[in-house]
Structures are given as C-alpha cells and as structure tokens.
C-alpha cells in the first residue's frame, strides 16, 4: 500500500491512501488542537479493530449473533521507556455465546494480521529524495 502524508495547519498530518483520508493532531498539551486522534492513538485502535474484525468473522461463518460481544484492550505504558510495555485484549460474551467456541475464538483473534506484523514486526528504511520543483521544504 502506498500512502502520502500532508501537512495541515497546526500539529494536523493527514495519510491519504485508496481514496481515503486518516487525519491526525496532537494532544493540546504538546502543542496540538486535539481535532482529530494522535498517530499512535491510531496504531492502538489499530490493534483491537483487527481484533474485532476476527470475532466478527468467526461469528458470522458460524451464525453466532453479534448482539451484546465486545472486543476490550487496554495497554500498560512504561514512562521510563515512553512505549507500550503490555496490551491486553479481552472479549465479552454474553451469556448466550457457546462455550465450546471461547478457546476457537481466541485462536481467531490471535490471526489478526496487525498482531502479528507486531510479533514479526517488519524492517522499516527511511530515506530523502531530493525533488526538483519543491519549494515548501523547510
């Protein structure tokens, strides 16, 4: 996937890839206008919507109603470090969820392909290239 980043007013950096738009700002305190969530915000999000989409599934392919299922995560940080130490992710059944399907279910959740590129987490290489034409460089 190919994806342009462009700067907005303020703190605000947009992503534009596949027709879509993802806006982002910082927190007030950092010096942004919280219009919009921060970048990591999203990476987390990220995470526990990948999650959800394979509890979707699995109910789905097997004509499990959705109603009262939901996908919790929430994350340890380490203010020494600045980074996510822990993340765990929990889902809620309601009462009616077969138990028989609770292991398979989280056996689903774990082939989440954003967890996984996080176990496995890819080489990333940054590089500059000098444009011809270019004048908003700073």
């Given amino acids: 996937m190919d994806i342009t980043v462009t700067f907005g007013s303020g703190m605000k950096i947009n992503a534009h890839f596949n027709n879509f738009t993802v806006n982002t700002d910082q927190a007030k305190q950092v ?41 919790r995560m929430s994350n340890d940080w380490n203010p020494i470090q600045k980074l996510v130490e822990n993340i765990q992710i929990e889902i809620t059944v309601p009462p009616t969820f077969p138990e028989k399907y609770a292991p398979a279910l989280i056996r689903a959740v774990n082939e989440c392909s954003v967890k996984k590129a996080l176990i496995t987490p890819p080489h990333i290489e940054v590089t500059t290239k000098v444009v011809e034409g270019q004048t908003n460089l700073k």
Wanted: aromatic residues 18%.
């Fill in 31 to 71: 010096g942004g206008e919280a219009t919009f969530p921060d970048p990591f915000s999203y990476f987390l999000s990220s995470i526990a919507t990948c999650a959800g989409f394979f509890v979707l599934r699995f109910c789905q392919s097997r004509d499990i109603p959705t109603a009262g299922i939901q996908v």
